[in-house]
């Protein structure tokens, strides 16, 4: 494990009776997630990563929310975990995502996917993304993935217009032309979510990072860790076989609570006899990884021992967003301090972690 984030769900309050610093309104919580990413980013702490849900009190629009902590920050690396491609006009996006690189000096990394179960009845629709022949809206994910990742890349995705036409005069007539800012290197940082081993095969076929997801739609009997883990040898292997000429990277997340002072033990001492569950989501029967919660010497020992983590390189921790920004500094420091060392984690001072020329 090189590198260790959080990942917040970025749910919020909708009851303008019950808002305050454990319950925070959209305001608070988009604050919130800026001041705790300043706070990491003074501790080392490699990530800040958002999830990105649409028609549920929870953050629905990253750009802004990661442009602001760009802005606020040196080192840490700003992303998503994930933007749900079934809702986005994918050349807008890849301008936006083009962008807000730039301001961040090279320090995005995009986790995208087909996204999650969602409140609604495919919300897609109501966004103006119509036409999609499966019920979970897969084939328009991958579609505007597709238009996505080639305009990130540089490929034309227009026609430059007659002499005669352009205004103002920029380009061959009928040259392509692709969207811009262009910010190089950026293709490179994109991250497909994917929660089967068939999935993570498209992924690293594709030439993209790989963050797996916070479930896998399989269940054998195996261990989520273990499961998990020959998901990313999988991605591995078909990332080789394509021969794309560079290491890319993997990630995955969990829910961990190191448990240092009596006030950690009270908070999250509950948690320590967790393990994986299985249930039904989307159809398909699936593995929930279990969370781990005790004190740092147990802890290194339970993550050692958990095969996905460490085959890893980044480490997402999944937080309570809501509890606020004091204990999840807390949850992040403990962990900074206590446990991330002793699995290899090297301290962010100098940027994020790049995938690298093979």
């Excluded at 380009?171 to 032309?177: H, R, S």
Aim: charged share 20%.
């Amino acid at each position: 494990m090189k590198a260790f984030g959080f990942l917040s769900f970025g749910h919020y309050s909708l009851n303008p009776h019950h808002v305050g610093p454990h319950s925070p309104d959209a305001r608070g919580m988009l604050h919130q997630a800026i001041e705790l990413a300043e706070e990491a980013d003074k501790i080392g702490v490699n990530g800040a990563y958002f999830r990105v849900h649409h028609f549920a009190p929870q953050d629905a629009s990253p750009m802004p929310l990661l442009a602001a902590i760009a802005a606020r920050t040196k080192n840490i690396e700003v992303g998503t975990g994930v933007i749900d491609m079934r809702y986005e006009n994918p050349l807008y996006m890849a301008e936006e995502a083009a962008a807000l690189d730039l301001i961040a000096d090279n320090r995005v990394a995009l986790g995208v996917s087909r996204g999650s179960p969602e409140p609604t009845r495919r919300g897609w629709e109501s966004f103006g993304y119509t036409g999609s022949t499966d019920p979970r809206g897969a084939d328009i994910a991958r579609a505007h993935f597709g238009e996505f990742i080639e305009a990130i890349r540089g490929v034309g995705k227009a026609t430059a217009a007659s002499a005669e036409e352009q205004y103002p005069r920029m380009y061959t007539p009928g040259a392509p032309v692709p969207v811009l800012p262009h910010s190089p290197g950026l293709d490179r940082r994109i991250w497909w979510g994917a929660g089967t081993r068939e999935t993570a095969k498209w992924a690293g076929e594709q030439g993209v990072n790989l963050m797996s997801s916070t479930l896998l739609t399989e269940a054998n009997g195996e261990a989520f860790a273990d499961l998990q883990a020959e998901q990313l040898q999988t991605f591995r292997d078909s990332f080789k076989a394509a021969g794309h000429g560079w290491t890319p990277r993997t990630s995955v997340s969990r829910s961990i609570f190191p448990i240092v002072t009596r006030e950690d033990e009270m908070m999250f001492g509950m948690h320590d006899a967790s393990g994986d569950q299985v249930g039904i989501i989307d159809g398909f029967k699936s593995t929930f990884g279990r969370t781990y919660a005790a004190e740092p010497d147990k802890l290194i020992e339970q993550l050692k021992a958990d095969a996905a983590i460490m085959s890893a390189d980044t480490l997402m921790l999944t937080i309570p967003n809501q509890v606020g920004v004091e204990i999840n500094l807390r949850i992040l420091r403990n962990f900074a301090e206590h446990v991330a060392p002793a699995l290899g984690w090297i301290p962010n001072m100098e940027g994020p972690v790049q995938g690298v020329e093979i």
